[in-house]
């Protein structure tokens, strides 16, 4: 099994561990996972919520709650209530164009790592969709 060397915790770890980075060396990223997530967790907590939205994804906490009461506070593919004031599992997630940076809206978890796993790729939801209906 191919392992790399966390540049964080020094551990060196499966590359299932890393998250890809198409400008990383071997296209992953230098930290683990877990190590990312702890950064990120501290970024979060040093900037504040205000600074993060915009450091982020440009926005103020203002727009988000804008965002959030022009949804009705419901995620904007599937309508269930989500959340903007503590992380749970009902979370807003905000959700932008990876290339643009451009802010959609708001997401429900799970919809959003949909979005994700299909790359933001219309075709091949299409193709989901397509498929969906011929086995359903």
């Known amino acids: 099994m191919d392992t790399r060397l966390c ?8 590359l299932t561990e890393f998250n890809k980075n198409s400008k990383g060396k071997f296209g992953l990223h230098s930290r683990c996972k877990s190590c990312s997530s702890i950064q ?3 970024i979060y907590k040093r900037l504040g919520k205000n600074n993060y939205l915009n450091s982020t994804y440009g926005i103020s906490e203002q727009d988000l709650i804008q ?3 022009d949804q009705n506070g419901k995620c904007v593919i599937c309508y269930i209530p989500i959340n903007i004031s503590e992380r749970t599992k009902r979370s807003a997630c ?3 164009d990876h290339v643009t940076g451009k802010v959609r809206g708001l997401l429900c978890t799970h919809c959003n790592k949909g979005l994700g796993m299909f790359k933001d ?3 091949n939801l299409r193709f989901a969709i397509e498929y969906l209906q011929t086995h359903s």
């Open 94 to 96: 905000v959700d932008h």
């Open 7 to 14: 540049c964080k915790c020094n551990k060196d770890k499966p």
């Open 121 to 123: 790729n219309v075709e």
């Open 67 to 69: 965002m959030h009461k």
């Open 40 to 42: 990120g967790k501290e």
